[in-house]
C-alpha cells in the first residue's frame, strides 16, 4: 500500500481516539493513537480489506485472544508476535456489538408511535435491541421499571435534554424478528464471549447490563433471519408482521458497513415502502441528506436519531445520552 493509503488509515484511528474513544475508554484513546503512528501496525492492517481495518475490530481481536493488555507496549508485542492469529479473527469475526443500551435513545420515538408494535431489526446480531419493552430505564426525572423476568433484567441509565418527550411507560411489541448477515446465538457461549469483548475494557456496567440482556435473549429467544439488508428477506419479513400491530424497521450503526451511499439510499426507499416507520440511529455521515437537516453544527461523535428521514435526536453511540432536536429541525 501506498503513503497515501497508509495515511488514511492513521487518519481513521485517529479519528476514532479523537470522537469516540475520547472520554468513554482511556485505554482505546491511547491504543489507537499509536496504531495511528506506528508503521508497522498501519503495514498490518494495510493486509486487511477495508471493512476488516475499523479499529474497534482490531482492539477487540487482540483482547480476545490475549487479554486486555496494560497499554500501548503490551498490545503491540502481541500483535506483532502472532499477526496470523489476530488477521484469521479479524476476518472471521464482525464488530457486532449489540449494545442493547441504545434502546434508550430508542424508546422515546417507540413510545409514540400507534401502539401496538412489530419491530423489525436490520443488522441485528444476538437480538439484543429486539426487546426495548423488557428493559428498565432510567431518566434521570423518568424511571420505566421492566417487567418481571426470571433473570434480572438490565436498567439503562440515560441522559435526556429536557425538550425530550420521556416516555411514561414502555411499548407494547407483539411481534419481533431480525436480519443480519451472521447472527449470534445468545445461548452460544463463543459467541456471547466475542460479544462481550466488543464492550470497551473500561466500562463495566456496560458489561453487566450486555450479559443481563443477553440472559433475558437465550430466554425468548427473538427471530433471527441470517440475509443481506440489501436483499429479498427484508421485504418477506415486512409481510410476516401481523397487520394489527404498527410496523418499525429500524437499525443502529449498520449502514455505516455498508460503503456505496447508493446501496444505502437504495435501502432507505425499500424500507420507506415496505414500512410506515422507519427508525435510524447512525453517524451523520451515513445518510448526508438527513443530516443537512439537523443543522451544520453536528457534535462529535453522536449518532443522529431520525424517523422516516427527518432528524430526531443527537444520542450517544452507547446509549447513555440523548439531546432532542426535532422541534429545533
Not at 65 to 82: C, D, I, K, V, Y
Given at each position: 500500500?501506498?503513503?497515501?493509503?497508509?495515511?488514511?488509515?492513521?487518519?481513521?484511528?485517529?479519528?476514532?481516539?479523537?470522537?469516540?474513544?475520547?472520554?468513554?475508554?482511556?485505554?482505546?484513546?491511547?491504543?489507537?493513537?499509536?496504531?495511528?503512528?506506528?508503521?508497522?501496525?498501519?503495514g498490518f492492517l494495510s493486509t486487511l480489506p477495508d471493512m476488516k481495518r475499523q479499529p474497534n475490530l482490531l482492539l477487540a481481536a487482540v483482547r480476545h485472544l490475549?487479554?486486555?493488555?496494560?497499554?500501548?507496549?503490551?498490545?503491540?508485542?502481541?500483535?506483532?508476535?502472532?499477526?496470523?492469529?489476530?488477521?484469521?479473527?479479524?476476518?472471521?469475526?464482525?464488530?457486532?456489538?449489540?449494545?442493547?443500551?441504545?434502546?434508550?435513545?430508542?424508546?422515546?420515538?417507540?413510545?409514540?408511535?400507534?401502539?401496538?408494535?412489530?419491530?423489525?431489526?436490520?443488522?441485528?446480531?444476538?437480538?439484543?435491541?429486539?426487546?426495548?419493552?423488557?428493559?428498565?430505564?432510567?431518566?434521570?426525572?423518568?424511571?420505566?421499571?421492566?417487567?418481571?423476568?426470571?433473570?434480572?433484567?438490565?436498567?439503562?441509565?440515560?441522559?435526556?435534554?429536557?425538550?425530550?418527550?420521556?416516555?411514561?411507560?414502555?411499548?407494547?411489541?407483539?411481534?419481533?424478528?431480525?436480519?443480519?448477515?451472521?447472527?449470534?446465538?445468545?445461548?452460544?457461549?463463543?459467541?456471547?464471549?466475542?460479544?462481550?469483548?466488543?464492550?470497551?475494557?473500561?466500562?463495566t456496567a456496560r458489561l453487566a447490563n450486555l450479559r443481563a440482556a443477553v440472559r433475558i435473549a437465550a430466554t425468548v429467544k427473538p427471530r433471527i433471519v441470517k440475509?443481506?439488508?440489501?436483499?429479498?428477506?427484508?421485504?418477506?419479513?415486512?409481510?410476516?408482521?401481523?397487520?394489527?400491530?404498527?410496523?418499525?424497521?429500524?437499525?443502529?450503526?449498520?449502514?455505516?458497513?455498508?460503503?456505496?451511499?447508493?446501496?444505502?439510499?437504495?435501502?432507505?426507499?425499500?424500507?420507506?415502502?415496505?414500512?410506515?416507520?422507519?427508525?435510524?440511529?447512525?453517524?451523520?455521515?451515513?445518510?448526508?441528506?438527513?443530516?443537512?437537516?439537523?443543522?451544520?453544527?453536528?457534535?462529535?461523535?453522536?449518532?443522529?436519531?431520525?424517523?422516516?428521514?427527518?432528524?430526531?435526536?443527537?444520542?450517544?453511540?452507547?446509549?447513555?445520552?440523548?439531546?432532542?432536536?426535532?422541534?429545533?429541525?
Amino acid at each position: 500500500m501506498d503513503e497515501v493509503g497508509l495515511a488514511e488509515i492513521a487518519a481513521r484511528y485517529a479519528r476514532f481516539a479523537d470522537t469516540e474513544a475520547h472520554g468513554r475508554s482511556p485505554l482505546y484513546e491511547e491504543l489507537a493513537r499509536a496504531v495511528a503512528g506506528d508503521r508497522v501496525t498501519l503495514g498490518f492492517l494495510s493486509t486487511l480489506p477495508d471493512m476488516k481495518r475499523q479499529p474497534n475490530l482490531l482492539l477487540a481481536a487482540v483482547r480476545h485472544l490475549f487479554g486486555t493488555p496494560t497499554g500501548w507496549t503490551e498490545f503491540r508485542q502481541a500483535l506483532l508476535a502472532h499477526p496470523n492469529a489476530v488477521r484469521s479473527l479479524m476476518l472471521e469475526r464482525s464488530t457486532q456489538t449489540n449494545e442493547p443500551g441504545r434502546c434508550a435513545a430508542l424508546l422515546p420515538v417507540l413510545a409514540r408511535l400507534p401502539q401496538p408494535l412489530a419491530l423489525l431489526e436490520v443488522g441485528t446480531s444476538a437480538g439484543l435491541c429486539l426487546m426495548p419493552d423488557l428493559y428498565g430505564y432510567d431518566y434521570g426525572p423518568t424511571v420505566i421499571r421492566a417487567p418481571a423476568m426470571p433473570s434480572e433484567p438490565p436498567v439503562f441509565r440515560c441522559s435526556a435534554s429536557e425538550t425530550t418527550p420521556l416516555p411514561t411507560a414502555a411499548p407494547q411489541v407483539v411481534w419481533r424478528a431480525g436480519l443480519d448477515l451472521s447472527p449470534i446465538d445468545a445461548a452460544d457461549p463463543a459467541q456471547v464471549a466475542w460479544l462481550e469483548t466488543l464492550v470497551w475494557p473500561e466500562q463495566t456496567a456496560r458489561l453487566a447490563n450486555l450479559r443481563a440482556a443477553v440472559r433475558i435473549a437465550a430466554t425468548v429467544k427473538p427471530r433471527i433471519v441470517k440475509g443481506d439488508l440489501r436483499g429479498s428477506e427484508i421485504a418477506r419479513l415486512c409481510s410476516e408482521a401481523p397487520k394489527d400491530a404498527t410496523l418499525v424497521v429500524f437499525h443502529t450503526a449498520v449502514l455505516d458497513y455498508v460503503s456505496d451511499p447508493a446501496d444505502r439510499e437504495a435501502f432507505a426507499e425499500q424500507v420507506m415502502r415496505l414500512s410506515p416507520y422507519w427508525v435510524s440511529n447512525e453517524f451523520p455521515r451515513v445518510f448526508p441528506s438527513i443530516a443537512s437537516r439537523a443543522g451544520t453544527n453536528w457534535p462529535s461523535g453522536r449518532f443522529l436519531l431520525s424517523v422516516n428521514g427527518s432528524p430526531v435526536a443527537w444520542t450517544d453511540p452507547h446509549g447513555a445520552s440523548l439531546d432532542w432536536i426535532a422541534d429545533e429541525a
